[in-house]
Structure formats: structure tokens, C-alpha cells
């Protein structure tokens, strides 16, 4: 069954950490993989798309790597900031796009 | 600008009525996607277009109904036969199925 699972299901650190945030998944055939933002009730934006041959992806703080071999990404975010504070959304394409519960990220001053 | 709008962002529905959501793109994409967004789920399909005048069902059809007669356009009508309608939901479209999907600001839809 084609499954994208998320961890830890919500994270709360301060303002200036780092934090990573994990992505597993059992899907196929495995086509790219996705890390998309949700602010609270708007619709998602996407961050990064890495295809099988990528190990890592950098999108000005963000950062996402994707192991293939393991199925598993993680999208690590650098001195957050208020504004990161939202959902992020891991999405798996094959022939339809597979959509992971996503992690819930609160940024404290 | 570019983009993919829903339109309205709040909707508030009787039970028993029938309701239209809207979702416009002019990115000049074939497909189209409307998915419905509950706490603590991900994304679930609910249809999708791959083509004008061609939608099939997704994962959780039953209670909806869409239309493709434009390129830019899926509305999605929310019938009373859907027993939880209460959701949010987001429409989405892409050059085709399986490829980058752009997202609409979503809808919430509240039955009262």
C-alpha cells in the first residue's frame, strides 16, 4: 500500500533553532518527492521537489534530502523564524501524488 | 498574476443543500484536482481532470459531483448526500497528473 508517513506530528522550538522534520514513505514506482508549506488556513506552497537521483536541495533555509535506498527525506530548517511556523507537507509522486499527515511547526519567541 | 483562485474562502451551508465551490486557473494546465483537508489527515483525493470533459473519481467521491466543460475551470458541488461535508478544501492543478501541483487558497466549508 502506498503510504507516506510523518514525524513528529507537531514540533514547537524557539525563535533562531534549527530543526529537521521526517518523511518515510512505501511508495511505487517512485517518481519525486515533494516538501510542501501550509500556513494555517491557506493552501499549501511548495518548498522543494527532489527526483530519485538527488541526495539534497536547498531552498534558502530549507534544506531537504531524500534517500532512496532508505525512502526517506528530511527537509531541515536553519534559525527559524516566526513566520516558519506552519505546516509542512511531504508529498510522494507515482502515478498520483501521495500526501503525507504532515508536521505541525510552532516558532516561539 | 498567475495562478489558481477558489473562490469563496469561507461558505456557510444549510444540511440538505446542494453547494458550488469555485476554482479558477489561468496557468493554462490540463489537470485539475479537488482535495478535501480534515485535522490530523493529509490530503485526500476527491476527483480529478486530466483533460476537458473528462474527471474521474478519486479516493472519496461519493456525496460530490465536478464538471470540466473549460480548461480553467472544476467546480465542485458538494451534494446532501455527503454526510461530513464540514471540511476544508483545496483545489489544485498541474501541466499533467503526477507532475508539480499549484494550490488554491483553499475553501471552508461549514454546514450549519
Known amino acids: 500500500k502506498n503510504q507516506v508517513e510523518q514525524s513528529p506530528q507537531s514540533l514547537i522550538i524557539l525563535e533562531g533553532k534549527n530543526c529537521t522534520l521526517q518523511c518515510n514513505y512505501t511508495v511505487s514506482p517512485f517518481s519525486n518527492l515533494r516538501w510542501y508549506k501550509q500556513d494555517t488556513g491557506r493552501g499549501p506552497v511548495s518548498l522543494t521537489i527532489m527526483t530519485f537521483s538527488e541526495n539534497t536541495k536547498s531552498n534558502g533555509r530549507y534544506t531537504a534530502t531524500l534517500d532512496a535506498d532508505t525512502k526517506q527525506s528530511s527537509l531541515h530548517i536553519t534559525a527559524s523564524q516566526l513566520s516558519d511556523s506552519a505546516s509542512y507537507i511531504c508529498v510522494v509522486s507515482a502515478d498520483k501524488l501521495i500526501f503525507g499527515t504532515g508536521t505541525r511547526l510552532q516558532v516561539f519567541p | 498574476d498567475g495562478g489558481i483562485t477558489q473562490s469563496p474562502k469561507y461558505l456557510f451551508r444549510k444540511e440538505g443543500q446542494n453547494v458550488t465551490l469555485s476554482c479558477e486557473q489561468n496557468?493554462?494546465?490540463?489537470?485539475m484536482y479537488w482535495y478535501r483537508q480534515d485535522p490530523g489527515q493529509g490530503l485526500r483525493l476527491i476527483y480529478y481532470s486530466q483533460i476537458v470533459n473528462d474527471f474521474q473519481k478519486g479516493d472519496i467521491a461519493e456525496g460530490y459531483s465536478v464538471s470540466r466543460e473549460k480548461k480553467e475551470s472544476f467546480p465542485l458541488t458538494v451534494t446532501s448526500a455527503q454526510k461530513n461535508p464540514t471540511a476544508f478544501y483545496l483545489c489544485a492543478s498541474s501541466i499533467s497528473r503526477g507532475h508539480e501541483a499549484f494550490f488554491g487558497q483553499g475553501t471552508r466549508l461549514t454546514v450549519v
Open positions: 496557468l493554462n494546465h490540463d489537470a
